[in-house]
T-cell receptor
């Protein structure tokens, strides 16, 4: 079965410090992996994707994610956190069995303190 | 370009009542989706559609029906609402060629008492 796991319900970081939001995956075949962000009272927004190629992928708002095949991880990172980065972050995977849908993780709430 | 819109934004139903949630997109997307979001459970797919006139079940389809009579609209129906259907409902759409990049509406907060 295809799935993603986000082991942390909440991550707290001071503004200006680097941040990491963790995600591990379980897929058959080559993984298609994604990150989405949800700001309060809004729908989700696409941040970035990994399909093939470089293990470090860059996305919107200065975020990047590192694909690690041996550790089956796809952690979201940012070198210097902003208070405005505070939001709910979802990791997602596209099932091998279906190209028309994706499966979301349970979400990690990122809180950046001034 | 309004993107993905959902109506209504909020609704309170009594157990057993019915209602329809409307989703509309103006991006000419082939695919459309309905999700529900519950605390600690992420987003779960209810139903989805890969084209006008076609629908398919997702992860949690029981108690819901959908229709896609026009490419730009995707309706989600609750025939007999139950308290377990209290949730925030999101509609999303995408191009067929990049179905992983979904565009979400603002959500509908539904409470069933």
């Amino acid at each position: 079965a295809q799935s993603v796991a986000q082991p942390e319900d909440q991550v707290n970081v001071a503004e200006g410090n680097p941040l990491t939001v963790k995600c591990t995956y379980s897929v058959s075949g080559n993984p298609y992996l994604f990150w989405y962000v949800q700001y309060p009272n809004r729908g989700l927004q696409f941040l970035l994707k990994y399909i093939t190629g470089d293990n470090l992928v860059k996305g919107s708002y200065g975020f990047e994610a590192e694909f690690n095949k041996s550790q089956t991880s796809f952690h979201l990172k940012k070198p210097s956190a902003l208070v405005s980065d505070s939001a709910l972050y979802f990791c997602a995977v596209r099932p091998y069995s279906s190209a028309s849908k994706i499966i979301f993780g349970s979400g990690t709430r990122l809180s950046i303190r001034p | 370009n309004a993107g993905v819109t959902q109506t209504p934004k909020f609704r309170v139903l009594k157990t057993g009542q019915s209602m329809t949630l409307l989703c509309a997109q103006d991006m000419n997307h082939e695919y459309m989706y309905w999700y529900r979001q519950d605390p600690g459970m992420g987003l779960r797919l209810i139903h989805y559609s890969v084209g006008e006139g076609t629908t398919a079940k997702g992860e949690v389809p029981d108690g819901y029906n959908v229709s896609r009579l026009k490419k730009q609209n995707f309706l989600l129906g609750l025939e007999s609402a139950a308290p377990s259907q209290t949730s925030v409902y999101f509609c999303a759409s995408s191009y067929k060629r990049s179905s992983y990049e979904q565009y979400f509406g603002p959500g509908t907060r539904l409470t069933v008492t």
